[in-house]
Nanobody, 119 residues
Framework: QVQLQESGPGLVKPSQTLSLTCTVS??????????WSWIRQPPGKGLEWMGA???????YVSPPLKSRISISRDTSKNQFTLQLNSVTPEDTAVYYC???????????WGQGTQVTVSS
């Protein structure tokens, strides 16, 4: 069974960079046709897909975040990471990593991690 676990700081100051890591177990992030996503949910709002990195290392990002977001991976550690630059309080949210085969992209989810942007 594939399991995902987010890790990173829970508090980030405005204008700084938010960095989160997702560690995957029970499967390889390089498995053919698997996609690994970042999703967030601000308080009182719905889920927002932020971007993904594929089994081959290609990345896709949400257009509204394109200028601030970077997704990368470390295949030796079976991890993928999110970096969001120039954060504001509006980036406060529960951040989730998720993954799955191309037919069910968000089959597996991490438990989520709260990130608050505040000075």
């Amino acid at each position: 069974q594939v399991q995902l676990q987010e890790s990173g700081p829970g508090l980030v100051k405005p204008s700084q960079t938010l960095s989160l890591t997702c560690t995957v177990s029970g499967g390889s992030i390089t498995t053919d046709l698997y996609y690994w996503s970042w999703i967030r949910q601000p308080p009182g709002k719905g889920l927002e897909w932020m971007g993904a990195i594929t089994y081959s290392g290609s990345t896709y990002v949400s257009p509204p975040l394109k200028s601030r977001i970077s997704i990368s991976r470390d295949t030796s550690k079976n991890q993928f990471t999110l970096q969001l630059n120039s954060v504001t309080p509006e980036d406060t949210a529960v951040y989730y990593c998720a993954g799955g085969h191309a037919t069910v992209l968000l089959r597996y989810w991490g438990q989520g991690t709260q990130v608050t942007v505040s000075s």
